[in-house]
């Protein structure tokens, strides 16, 4: 079975700080992981996919593949960057599995 | 259109109505999902269609929930005998392939009183 879990609700930081937003998952096999945001007002898009290696408005994402893990990271948060965050796994064609998503506010 | 269309935007309905909530993808996307999300949890898969064939429909909650592609292209989650438990959000996505970039609609916000 697929599984994602995003452990933390509500994220706070202030702008300049680092953040780290925390993703588990758990699938048997070679997963595909993505991570997804919503701007406030806005529909749900792609920030960013593992296999792209991409730096995405200065996020980052490295699946570590012993820890079943795949935290999006920022080394200096800005305000624009408050959102919903939604990790997402893709184990086969056409099926995502989503957390229930972190909400990270920066404050200025 | 510029992106993934779905209407309406809000729908009430009364207990035991039944609803349609449509879906116009992005032209020649291959793949469409449906989602649906409830108050303060993450998107859950429902339906997956490529072009007019749904290959899955594992997520479908009962059998009161019907989804259909007829051409390909357009997509039409029907609910039927609604209930309070299916007031939620439903989703809909589109992708050029099962694997590629998911664009997803502004959502159908479903209201059961």
């Known amino acids: 079975a697929q599984r994602v879990t995003q452990p933390e609700k509500l994220l706070s930081v202030f702008k300049g700080a680092p953040v780290e937003l925390k993703c588990n998952y758990s699938y048997s096999g070679s997963p595909e992981l993505f991570w997804y945001v919503q701007y406030s007002r806005q529909r749900l898009q792609l920030l960013l996919r593992h296999i792209s290696r991409e730096s995405i408005k200065g996020f980052t994402a490295d699946l570590n593949k012993g820890e079943t893990s795949f935290h999006l990271k920022k080394p200096f948060a800005q305000e624009e960057d408050s959102a919903m965050y939604y990790c997402?796994?893709?184990?086969?064609?056409?099926?995502?599995?989503f957390g229930d998503g972190t909400t990270l506010t920066v404050k200025p | 259109g510029a992106g993934v269309s779905q209407s309406p935007r809000y729908k009430v309905a009364k207990r035991g109505q039944d609803v349609a909530l449509r879906c116009d993808p992005i032209s020649g996307h291959v793949s469409l999902f449906w989602y649906q999300q409830a108050l303060g949890q993450g998107p859950e898969f429902l339906t997956y269609?490529?072009?007019?064939?749904?290959?899955?429909k594992s997520g479908l909650p009962s059998d009161r929930f019907f989804a259909e592609r007829p051409e390909g292209s357009v997509s039409t989650l029907k609910i039927q005998r609604t209930q309070q438990e299916d007031s939620a959000v439903y989703l809909c996505?589109?992708?050029?392939?099962?694997?590629?970039?998911?664009?997803f609609g502004q959502g159908t916000r479903l209201t059961v009183v």
């Open positions: 996505a589109s992708s050029f392939t099962g694997v590629s970039e998911a664009f």
């Open positions: 269609f490529q072009n007019e064939a749904q290959l899955d």
């Open positions: 997402a796994l893709s184990g086969s064609a056409g099926k995502s599995t």
